[in-house]
C-alpha cells in the first residue's frame, strides 16, 4: 500500500479540477475520488468515478494520461503529475474485490418506459451506451458479431498492454445491469438495419471502423504487406523469427503491432514515421516501453515504394523535413529532394489509421468525405432514429473519447424519448 499512498497523497485536490475539466474526455471527478481514496473509502471512490464511467478499470490502464487527465495536472507544472491512471485502476480494483457492482452502486431501477434500444457493436462506446442507458430504465440489447463483448478492448489491444481479466470484469459488471446481448450477429451478414427499426424505438451504431488505410505508394499489394488492425483484432501473423519487419505509423496501433511482433520473435522491427518523435499520437509510455524492448525508430522518414517481386524485399524511404506552412497549425513533413534510400524488409505493417468496412457504404445513411457515419450534435445519423459514435463515427481515437460517446448518444436517446413520452 506504501507506493499507492504516496501516489494518493500527492494530488493537491486543487478547486479548479483541470484534469477533470480539461484533460479527461469523460470529465471524471478526479480530485474527488482520490480524496475518497485518501479517506480509505473505496466505495465512495468507485461511486464518484461511476457517475461518468463504467470503464474506469480499462481507461486507468490504457488512457493517453499524459496527454489527457495528467497532461493537465497542475502538479505536472513544475514536476511529476499525479498518477491518474494508476488511482483510477485501484479504485476499479479495490471495487471488484469488495463486490461493489454496478448494480450496487446504481440501484435496480424500475423500468420508467416501455421503450428499447437497439446497440450494435460491444465495444467502449456501445458498453457505456448500453450502461448509461439501463440506468434510466430502458430495455437495451447489444447486437455482437463476435462470441464475445468488449470489442478493441479485446481484439485491437494485446495483453500484454491489457489484461483480458480486467476486460470481463468490466463486461460482467455491466451486463449483471440487465442488459441483453445477442452474439454471433453482423450487420450486413446475418443482421439487417430495417429489421431493427421496426422492433426498436432507437438504435445506436458502435461497432467501430477497423479497416486499415493504405498509403497508396507503388508495391502495396506484394505479399508480405499487412494492415495493422487486421493482424490485432484476427491474429493471423506470418511467422516472424528471423525477419525484419517494417511497421509504419506513429499512433497506439502502431506501437502496438511493432512490440507484438517483436514478442513474435522479429529478429529486427523499425518503425517508420514521417515526422519527429514529439509529435507521435502514440502514448508517451508506449513509445518509450518500445524503445525499451530495441524496436528502432526511424523518424522523419517516409515511405517511397515497397520493392519485391512477389513478395516484399526492400524499402524506399526518403527523409523529411518539417515546416510551417500557411493555414497548419502544425508543421508540415516535406520530403527532402535526392534523400531516398533502401532497406532490407520481410514485412511491412500500415498502421495509419482506419476506416469503416465497406458494407457501410448500404447501410442508406449519409457518410462524410473519410467513409464515417455522419451525426449531428445530438449524434443522430441522417436517419434520425439511429444514432452511431466511436470510430465509426469519426470520434477521436481514444478509449475514452469512445466511451464519452457512447455516455452522450445514450443522453441524446434518452431526451428523445422524454420528449416522446411528454
Known amino acids: 500500500?506504501?507506493?499507492?499512498?504516496?501516489?494518493?497523497?500527492?494530488?493537491?485536490?486543487c478547486k479548479v479540477k483541470p484534469c477533470s475539466?480539461?484533460?479527461?474526455?469523460?470529465?471524471?471527478?478526479?480530485?474527488?475520488?482520490?480524496?475518497?481514496?485518501?479517506?480509505?473509502?473505496?466505495?465512495?471512490?468507485?461511486?464518484?468515478?461511476?457517475?461518468?464511467?463504467?470503464?474506469?478499470?480499462?481507461?486507468?490502464?490504457?488512457?493517453?494520461?499524459?496527454k489527457q487527465c495528467q497532461g493537465s495536472c497542475v502538479r505536472g507544472i513544475k514536476g511529476k503529475p499525479v498518477a491518474i491512471g494508476d488511482l483510477?485502476?485501484?479504485?476499479?480494483?479495490k471495487a471488484m474485490e469488495n463486490n461493489y457492482t454496478l448494480k450496487e452502486i446504481i440501484g435496480e431501477k424500475i423500468k420508467k418506459y416501455n421503450k428499447k434500444v437497439a446497440i450494435i457493436g460491444g465495444g467502449p462506446a456501445g458498453l457505456t451506451a448500453a450502461a448509461f442507458l439501463v440506468k434510466e430504465g430502458i430495455q437495451v440489447t447489444i447486437y455482437e458479431k463476435y462470441d464475445y463483448l468488449g470489442g478493441l478492448l479485446v481484439h485491437g489491444i494485446p495483453d500484454f498492454r491489457l489484461d483480458k481479466k480486467i476486460v470481463a470484469k468490466t463486461v460482467n459488471n455491466i451486463l449483471d445491469l440487465g442488459v441483453e446481448v445477442k452474439y454471433n450477429k453482423e450487420l450486413g451478414k446475418n443482421l439487417k438495419l430495417e429489421d431493427l427499426e421496426e422492433k426498436y424505438d432507437a438504435i445506436f451504431l458502435s461497432f467501430g471502423a477497423n479497416c486499415s488505410s493504405k498509403m497508396g505508394v507503388e508495391g502495396e499489394d506484394l505479399q508480405g504487406v499487412y494492415g495493422g488492425n487486421e493482424l490485432l483484432e484476427y491474429k493471423m501473423h506470418p511467422k516472424y523469427e528471423g525477419k525484419e519487419v517494417i511497421v509504419v505509423g506513429?499512433?497506439?496501433?502502431?506501437?502496438?503491432?511493432?512490440?507484438?511482433?517483436?514478442r513474435l520473435g522479429a529478429k529486427d522491427v523499425k518503425v517508420v514515421y514521417r515526422r519527429a518523435r514529439e509529435q507521435m499520437p502514440a502514448e508517451y509510455k508506449e513509445v518509450e516501453d518500445a524503445i525499451n524492448e530495441k524496436i528502432e525508430f526511424l523518424f522523419q522518414n517516409n515511405i517511397v515504394k515497397i520493392i519485391g517481386n512477389e513478395k516484399v524485399e526492400k524499402v524506399e524511404l526518403i527523409k523529411t523535413k518539417l515546416v510551417q506552412k500557411e493555414g497548419e497549425t502544425r508543421l508540415v513533413p516535406v520530403n527532402i529532394e535526392n534523400s531516398n534510400y533502401e532497406i532490407n524488409a520481410d514485412y511491412v505493417i500500415m498502421a495509419l489509421g482506419a476506416h469503416p468496412e465497406s458494407f457501410v457504404n448500404n447501410l442508406g445513411l449519409k457518410l462524410n468525405k473519410w467513409g464515417n457515419i455522419e451525426i449531428n450534435e445530438n449524434y443522430q445519423t441522417s436517419n434520425?432514429?439511429?444514432?452511431?459514435?466511436?470510430?465509426?463515427?469519426?470520434?477521436?481515437?481514444?478509449?475514452?473519447?469512445?466511451?464519452y460517446s457512447g455516455r452522450e448518444a445514450a443522453r441524446k436517446i434518452?431526451?428523445?424519448i422524454e420528449k416522446e413520452a411528454n
Open 1 to 13: 500500500m506504501g507506493d499507492i499512498e504516496e501516489k494518493i497523497n500527492y494530488c493537491l485536490h
Open 21 to 66: 475539466k480539461k484533460g479527461c474526455p469523460l470529465n471524471n471527478d478526479i480530485p474527488e475520488f482520490i480524496s475518497a481514496l485518501k479517506d480509505k473509502n473505496y466505495k465512495e471512490a468507485y461511486e464518484i468515478l461511476c457517475k461518468t464511467t463504467v470503464l474506469s478499470g480499462v481507461c486507468g490502464r490504457i488512457c493517453p494520461h499524459q
Open 88 to 93: 483510477e485502476s485501484f479504485a476499479f480494483d
Open 250 to 262: 506513429g499512433g497506439n496501433v502502431a506501437m502496438d503491432c511493432a512490440r507484438t511482433v517483436k
Open 384 to 403: 434520425q432514429k439511429i444514432y452511431a459514435g466511436g470510430d465509426l463515427a469519426g470520434v477521436r481515437g481514444t478509449v475514452a473519447w469512445a466511451a
Open 414 to 416: 434518452l431526451e428523445n
